[in-house]
């Protein structure tokens, strides 16, 4: 969902950002960054393009695995085609499970949020679902009538509802403001006469009342820096998509789409239902992230992926909202069996509805030699103190070995490197990587630029990837040993923003390795590892 800049007529917040993806206006003029060098190109990009001029040349790879557990990947994409996984053992389109693996015509991946009645598009948060369980139980109650040993849900529950209950209403709020200035920006645009007017038309528009001064005020100064179909189309209207969808999907108790699905959402046991529809109702997220990763780099069409010979292996779990853990978890598991040795994970969310299940799952993939990559979020918080599921922290006790949690960097070598949007922690995220302003694939074979721990994250399942690639008899623990190790220190302090006031940190301070992970010096590394 798109980061709205709300400051020029409304101060509500902006809540639960949905699928971790936050595209916003900025000014990079290299669509490419993320793979330049800070030396040679003046920008803080993980070196990919040197490595490959420097370190790569003539030297032999092996395909490898890259599951992108998402909302939808577009296969027949002109920049991802020659890259999507095909399971070899699957005959296309006879509605049979030639491999015996459970899974019905998997040829590209599998869709745990669908059936043959469709796919889940928009979905309630985690934080609406556990509300709307224990309304049965404690809607009416209060502390005098629960029992003693029931008395910690109940109090989980009223936390859990008031949390709730100041979201919906912050999204009223921000849905009725953004509604009437999208309607009042689309009466003066109509007058005006132009889809596309200029900031000159808005100059030599006459207002004939406060409403539409106002807009021509405020467009008059968006318009210095932007067009107006810019504008327009990455704030507005993402803006009041937003908040419809919270008020009408994400945050309403009353609204359940798992019944498309046809399974036992509250059976986390339960393996064998979804689809084989990789790309869903609104693949533009995970299409992104998967061009990131290994979008095509020599057919001169888009964009240069990170990993020159990876495979993409579509797994719908995430839908416009949180996602389920039963689905990831049967998401980690499908990847993990059908042979990823990677696996992206562009999604999180604040409450978990069966860690356990996740758990399990995971450890799973580690004994399977898999590396899991996954986004910090977006919510501009610690997460030493604040929560984001799914974690590599075990219930019980540990952790898993082979995941790398990511957060996200801007372009330049200044006090301003650490995304304004994103998480961060000393101890819970490993890495940052060139999240702001990537250029992608989306549905259509078109491109846009989108900003995000999301778009982080698939930088290091890329060279990740790329490492696995050349280096195939490394193991997932050493691929990420090397990736932690050869990152590229950050030396300065950064403006962090709270809720009250803004503080100066180290960049040190915001992750394990206090660094930019980089592609030239994790080979590097990677030779050594193999000697």
Same mark, same amino acid.
């Given at each position: 969902?798109?980061?709205?800049?709300?400051?020029?007529?409304?101060?509500?917040?902006?809540?639960?950002?949905?699928?971790?993806?936050?595209? !916003? =206006?900025? !000014?990079?003029?290299?669509?490419?960054?993320?793979?330049?060098?800070?030396?040679?190109?003046?920008?803080?990009?993980?070196?990919?393009?040197?490595?490959?001029?420097?370190?790569?040349?003539?030297?032999?790879?092996?395909?490898?695995?890259?599951?992108?557990?998402?909302?939808?990947?577009?296969?027949?994409?002109?920049?991802?085609?020659?890259?999507?996984?095909?399971?070899?053992?699957?005959?296309?389109?006879?509605?049979?499970?030639?491999?015996?693996?459970?899974?019905?015509?998997?040829?590209?991946?599998?869709?745990?949020?669908?059936?043959?009645?469709?796919?889940?598009?928009?979905?309630?948060?985690?934080?609406?679902?556990?509300?709307?369980?224990?309304?049965?139980?404690?809607?009416?109650?209060?502390?005098?009538?629960?029992?003693?040993?029931?008395?910690?849900?109940?109090?989980?529950?009223?936390?859990?509802?008031?949390?709730?209950?100041?979201?919906?209403?912050?999204?009223?709020?921000?849905?009725?403001?953004?509604?009437?200035?999208?309607?009042?920006?689309?009466?003066?645009?109509?007058? &005006?006469?132009?889809?596309?007017?200029?900031?000159?038309? !808005?100059?030599?528009?006459?207002?004939?009342?406060?409403?539409?001064?106002?807009?021509?005020?405020?467009?008059?100064?968006?318009?210095?820096?932007?067009?107006?179909?810019?504008?327009?189309?990455?704030?507005?209207?993402?803006?009041?998509?937003?908040?419809?969808?919270?008020?009408?999907?994400?945050?309403?108790?009353?609204?359940?789409?798992?019944?498309?699905?046809?399974?036992?959402?509250?059976?986390?046991?339960?393996?064998?239902?979804?689809?084989?529809?990789?790309?869903?109702?609104?693949?533009?997220?995970?299409?992104?992230?998967?061009?990131?990763?290994?979008?095509?780099?020599?057919?001169?069409?888009?964009?240069?992926?990170?990993?020159?010979?990876?495979?993409? =292996?579509?797994?719908?779990?995430?839908?416009?909202?949180?996602?389920?853990?039963?689905?990831?978890?049967?998401?980690?598991?499908?990847?993990?069996?059908?042979?990823?040795?990677? &696996?992206? =994970?562009?999604?999180?969310?604040?409450?978990?509805?069966?860690?356990?299940?996740?758990?399990?799952?995971?450890?799973?993939?580690?004994?399977?030699?898999?590396?899991?990559?996954?986004?910090?979020?977006?919510?501009?918080?610690?997460?030493?103190?604040?929560?984001?599921?799914?974690?590599?922290?075990?219930?019980?006790?540990?952790?898993?070995? @082979?995941?790398?949690?990511?957060?996200?960097? @801007?372009?330049?070598?200044?006090?301003?490197?650490?995304?304004?949007?994103?998480?961060?922690?000393?101890?819970?995220?490993?890495?940052?990587?060139?999240?702001?302003? &990537?250029?992608?694939?989306?549905?259509?074979?078109?491109?846009?630029?989108?900003?995000?721990?999301? =778009?982080? @994250?698939?930088?290091?399942?890329?060279?990740?990837?790329?490492?696995?690639?050349?280096?195939?008899?490394?193991?997932?623990?050493?691929?990420?040993?090397?990736?932690?190790?050869?990152?590229?220190?950050?030396?300065?302090?950064?403006?962090?923003?709270?809720?009250?006031?803004?503080?100066?940190?180290?960049?040190?301070?915001?992750?394990?390795?206090?660094?930019?992970?980089?592609?030239?010096?994790?080979?590097?590394?990677?030779?050594?590892?193999?000697?």
């Amino acid at each position: 969902m798109n980061k709205i800049n709300k400051n020029f007529f409304c101060s509500s917040g902006m809540g639960v950002v949905l699928l971790a993806a936050m595209p !916003f =206006m900025s !000014f990079a003029q290299k669509p490419n960054w993320q793979n330049l060098d800070l030396k040679a190109d003046s920008t803080f990009g993980i070196s990919t393009e040197k490595a490959y001029n420097e370190l790569l040349k003539g030297k032999k790879s092996v395909p490898v695995i890259v599951a992108v557990l998402d909302g939808g990947v577009e296969a027949v994409h002109e920049d991802l085609k020659p890259i999507v996984w095909v399971n070899k053992k699957e005959k296309a389109g006879n509605g049979k499970d030639d491999d015996k693996n459970g899974y019905i015509d998997d040829i590209h991946g599998w869709n745990f949020i669908g059936s043959s009645k469709g796919s889940v598009n928009y979905e309630t948060l985690e934080l609406t679902r556990l509300v709307r369980r224990d309304n049965a139980k404690f809607a009416n109650a209060d502390a005098t009538s629960v029992k003693a040993n029931e008395l910690p849900a109940f109090e989980a529950y009223q936390k859990n509802k008031a949390e709730l209950d100041q979201e919906l209403a912050e999204a009223k709020t921000g849905y009725e403001r953004f509604g009437g200035i999208k309607n009042a920006i689309d009466a003066v645009v109509k007058k &005006i006469g132009k889809e596309n007017p200029t900031r000159e038309d !808005f100059q030599a528009f006459k207002p004939e009342n406060d409403m539409e001064t106002n807009i021509q005020r405020i467009m008059l100064a968006q318009l210095k820096n932007s067009s107006f179909d810019d504008f327009y189309k990455t704030q507005i209207v993402p803006g009041y998509d937003h908040y419809k969808n919270q008020v009408e999907y994400n945050l309403n108790v009353d609204y359940d789409p798992r019944g498309i699905v046809g399974d036992d959402p509250n059976n986390s046991k339960e393996r064998f239902y979804g689809n084989n529809d990789i790309a869903g109702p609104d693949a533009r997220h995970g299409s992104h992230v998967a061009g990131i990763i290994g979008a095509v780099r020599n057919n001169d069409l888009g964009i240069k992926g990170v990993a020159d010979n990876v495979v993409i =292996m579509g797994v719908r779990c995430t839908p416009n909202g949180d996602e389920r853990d039963k689905d990831v978890a049967n998401a980690i598991r499908y990847a993990a069996d059908n042979g990823a040795k990677v &696996i992206n =994970m562009s999604f999180g969310k604040g409450f978990s509805w069966d860690k356990a299940i996740v758990d399990e799952a995971v450890k799973y993939a580690v004994a399977k030699d898999v590396l899991l990559v996954h986004a910090a979020g977006n919510d501009n918080k610690d997460l030493e103190v604040e929560n984001n599921f799914p974690n590599p922290d075990y219930i019980g006790g540990g952790k898993a070995s @082979s995941w790398i949690t990511v957060g996200a960097s @801007s372009w330049t070598n200044d006090g301003k490197i650490k995304a304004n949007f994103s998480n961060y922690g000393k101890t819970k995220v490993d890495v940052f990587a060139p999240g702001v302003d &990537i250029n992608s694939s989306v549905p259509g074979s078109k491109y846009e630029k989108l900003s995000g721990t999301s =778009m982080a @994250s698939p930088v290091v399942a890329g060279l990740a990837g790329l490492i696995r690639s050349y280096y195939p008899k490394l193991t997932a623990v050493q691929v990420k040993d090397i990736i932690m190790k050869s990152v590229v220190k950050v030396g300065q302090s950064v403006e962090v923003k709270t809720e009250t006031d803004t503080k100066t940190i180290p960049f040190a301070d915001l992750c394990v390795t206090g660094g930019i992970v980089n592609a030239y010096d994790a080979l590097k590394l990677a030779a050594e590892y193999k000697k």
